[in-house]
């Protein structure tokens, strides 16, 4: 099943890089990606050395993006052949390789290239890393064309049920307070009057852990989601870690 990249980029195009590409660091784009680099304002000329630029780079944990050039190679008089566009620099000389099967495409003057073995064939795992990597005008591009109302799907998925006593109880055993030490964040309250905590597993379930009150912790939704994706995560859960585990049986 291959990726359907129409539904990504404006213009795309698919080629394997060949050996001749790699030997001489002057990638010779097909007709497809050539459509993609023009879309994005970037016209080759005979021009020496071309004007450089980014192309952002998809699914490489290693780096972001990555220079490339433009232009018309040179042929010998007795070539008898018409010049063609190539793209130079740290695209094909550093980054891709022989054998690569490279996807260039374009959303609006946001050029990008992927190198397609490996990549998931979801539209929404494509989507955003593309968004992760995109440029604000990109995103902005593309947000204001949404319209209507979203697709429907139905998920299938393995949920673990949470025992409600563990939940409960650590709700009461915080006192009204998030658990996660220093937290100065102010609650809100539910319709019911209860300050609103979040019961969060120490250890994950997912990896192992307990459903269990010496494994929770009951904190506010400025702390549960900084225990997610906050960049010190790692040492904010330690300290949380340590406090469950001297008031657990309170």
């Known amino acids: 099943m291959s990726v359907a990249w129409e539904e990504i980029f ?4 698919v080629k394997t890089v060949a050996r001749t590409d790699k030997n001489k660091s002057a990638y010779v784009p097909n007709q497809s990606q050539r459509a993609a680099i023009e879309a994005a304002g970037h016209k080759s000329g005979s ?10 780079v998809l699914f490489d944990h290693q ?3 990555v220079k490339a050039s433009y232009y018309y190679s040179e042929r010998s008089t007795s070539a008898n052949r018409a010049p063609e566009p ?22 609006g003057t946001q050029l990008f290239a992927v190198k397609s073995i490996g990549v998931p064939i979801s539209i929404e795992s494509i989507t955003q890393e593309v968004v992760k990597r995109a440029d604000k005008k990109t995103i902005f591009d ?13 998920v299938q998925r393995d949920d673990f049920v949470r025992n409600p006593y563990v939940v409960a109880a650590a709700i009461i055993r915080s006192n009204g307070k998030c658990e996660m030490p220093g937290c100065a ?7 019911d009057g209860i300050p609103y905590l979040e019961v969060h597993h120490v250890d994950s379930l997912g990896q192992g852990g307990d459903d269990s009150l ?4 009951a904190i506010c939704p400025h702390c549960h989601r900084e225990m997610h994706f906050g960049k010190n995560r790692k040492k904010r859960l330690e300290v949380l870690k340590a406090h469950i585990s001297s008031i657990w049986d309170l």
């Open 63 to 65: 780096i972001k993006s």
């Open 142 to 154: 593309r947000a204001r064309l949404a319209t209507g109302k979203p697709k429907k799907r139905t």
């Open 47 to 56: 021009a020496r050395p071309a004007p450089t630029f980014d192309v952002t």
């Open 86 to 107: 190539r793209m130079g620099h740290a695209i094909i000389s550093n980054w891709l390789n022989e054998s690569d099967k490279v996807v260039i495409g374009n959303i």
């Open 10 to 13: 404006d213009n795309f195009g």
């Open 214 to 217: 010496s494994n929770v912790a």
């Open 185 to 191: 964040c102010e609650l809100f309250y539910r319709d």
